[in-house]
């Protein structure tokens, strides 16, 4: 198979569910949702996940690979739940690579929306790969410009390293002597106010907050 795929390049059918996925308003279970990506094939392939829209999206490792005759859920988290953004069409594209090579070989296009209101959050198992839907391999007629969603997780990791760094600095800070207190081993100018405690104790508290969402 190696050396059939070191030929002439070949389009390939990608197997992706569900063809489209749905993000409600009003039903914070809906924000986050699950893509689940199959590869029926005898090799490995490498997948990435391109969106028109990725400021708005957060997808947990948007690259990798998936084993043959093997499967992965991508999920996809909606990052910004706005009535302003409702009944905005973005698209994900699933892009299928050759492995080593990365060589393109097929493509999907999943649609997503957010809708106003709320539903029933329903529990949701990885389909049969019978249930899977095959996407053309053809170009699309309307061109869509699909940014690296990976970017976001370059974002959120940079913003995780300055709070961690924060949350160091305001825990140094709760550990130094407070005024009033008598230990002649620390020099006088390392004393803080109560005040100051305070500070940081809610600055570290704040931290702790936006690592955890992160």
Known sequence: MQSQLAGTPR?????????????FLDDQSTHK??????????FPIRFRVLCTAPNKYKVVDPE??????????IVVRHKSPLPS???VVDKFRIQMQEHPTKQAIGKRDVEAKLLAGTTEAT???TPDPEMFQQLPINESRQQQS?????QNKAMDRGTNYIALIAGIICIIGLLLPTEGERNNRVPDYLYLSINLKLIFSFVLGMVTIIILRL
């Not at 949702?33 to 005898?42: R, W």
């Open 146 to 150: 699909y940014a690296l969603i990976a």
């Open 123 to 125: 529990g949701r198992s």
């Open 85 to 87: 953004n409702c009944n």
């Open 33 to 42: 949702q699950v893509l689940t990506l199959y590869n029926p094939y005898d």
């Open 11 to 23: 389009k390939l059918p990608v197997f992706v569910f569900p063809q489209s996925i749905t993000f």
């Open 64 to 73: 990798g690979t998936i084993k043959a005759r093997c499967c992965v859920d």
